[in-house]
């Protein structure tokens, strides 16, 4: 087998890209054994197997390795997926980075059973099979489904998250990656023949390269500026109690005081109030407002911000025998909420009760 110059090159960039995803494998579980760690390492291991799998090289030269090949790179976006949901703090993970007084949810037998099912089936059809099925276009749609799912849940809480790490890792682990996939998805559901070209392969290789260099970088210079990798960052913001009151720095002292001002007169009631809303109404920039909130007065999301002052008005007029009529929904509106669903989640989720069986208690 003779290789061109640009297929060489092609080859080139990739072991460079597999070389900078191994050590990053290596320092995620030799720093740390939680369920991100683990998930962020295993990511690396099968975005070095689609690497490995798509140069220039013909099929027939892989031999059984093409099938191993094959399997870690189809499991590369349902692994993307779960990393980000973790990564995310969605509620379908809840193995990761948690705080010590929050115990990991086990799976079910009927979930671990399918989940033991489903990796049986992958090793057969893609290791054995080598993917030669409708069965691969079937598990390409899947997969385009869960990494577009990934963008919209990364879009969707953007503007409310607080915690800048978290905020640069959904458009640097989750929006990036996934656009890219997508892309590629889309290429596999089209015309393959277009991705086995040499300029495009070539292309490929010269970005994932790119896109590896900057993560490393933006990683490790993190890792190293505090001693704790990204992962932790997220987890580690500076929590304040209720009984503690918070210590704000000089520069931002005369912001904190406006925004003391403000809530108590109420703006915490306005619909829809947005962190560039609030920024604007008290003229500040919003990047200052979101560290004020987040690092210095402890809420790691907007809304938790917002409802810190909403609910403790809801308990009160709830308590309140003059407010005994109010309907719930009137209530939720007039605190600000968008529907009365969401103002009995945050309301469930602080008091362990529903707004009727709180309104019940007290107005027996």
């Avoid at 031999?63 to 949901?85: C, K, V």
């Avoid at 800048?164 to 997508?182: E, G, I, K, Q």
């Avoid at 109404?281 to 917002?306: C, V, W, Y």
Wanted: net charge positive; aromatic share 12%.
């Amino acid at each position: 087998m003779t290789l061109s110059f640009p297929d060489l090159l092609d080859l080139l960039l990739r072991f460079l890209a597999v070389g900078q995803l191994s050590l990053l494998s290596l320092y995620l579980l030799s720093d740390s054994r939680e369920l991100k760690a683990l998930l962020g390492s295993s990511l690396a291991v099968c975005l070095s197997a689609y690497l490995l799998l798509t140069a220039p090289v013909p099929d027939h030269h892989y031999g059984i390795l093409r099938g191993i090949l094959l399997f870690f790179t189809e499991l590369t976006p349902y692994l993307l997926w779960y990393f980000a949901l973790a990564l995310l703090d969605k509620g379908l993970v809840n193995g990761g980075m948690l705080k010590e007084h929050r115990r990991p949810k086990r799976w079910p037998l009927t979930a671990k059973t399918l989940a033991a099912g489903a990796i049986l089936w992958f090793v057969y059809f893609f290791g054995y099979l080598q993917g030669r099925g409708i069965f691969h276009d079937i598990n390409h749609g899947v997969q385009l489904i869960l990494l577009l799912h990934i963008i919209f849940i990364a879009l969707k809480d953007l503007k409310d998250d607080l915690v800048t790490a978290r905020r640069n890792s959904r458009l640097v682990l989750t929006l990036a990656s996934c656009v890219y996939f997508s892309l590629i998805l889309m290429l596999e559901l089209g015309d393959a023949s277009l991705r086995d070209a040499t300029l495009f392969s070539l292309g490929n290789a010269g970005l994932v390269l790119l896109s590896t260099s900057l993560f490393s970088w933006y990683f490790f210079r993190d890792s190293f500026k505090d001693l704790t990798p990204l992962s932790s960052t997220v987890e580690n913001q500076q929590e304040i109690t209720d009984n503690t009151a918070p210590v704000i720095p000089v520069e931002y002292q005369a912001v904190y005081q406006q925004l003391c001002q403000q809530m108590a007169n109420g703006l915490y009631m306005q619909s829809q109030l947005t962190i560039k809303a609030l920024a604007n109404e008290l003229a500040t920039p919003e990047h200052q407002l979101r560290k004020l909130i987040n690092q210095h007065l402890g809420f790691r999301n907007f809304s938790d911000f917002l409802n810190s002052y909403r609910l403790v008005e809801a308990c009160s007029q709830l308590e309140d025998i003059r407010h005994i009529r109010k309907p719930i929904l009137t209530l939720a509106l007039e605190l600000g909420y968008g529907s009365v669903a969401t103002f009995n989640r945050a309301f469930k989720a602080k008091t362990g009760r529903s707004p009727k069986e709180y309104r019940d208690h007290f107005q027996k």
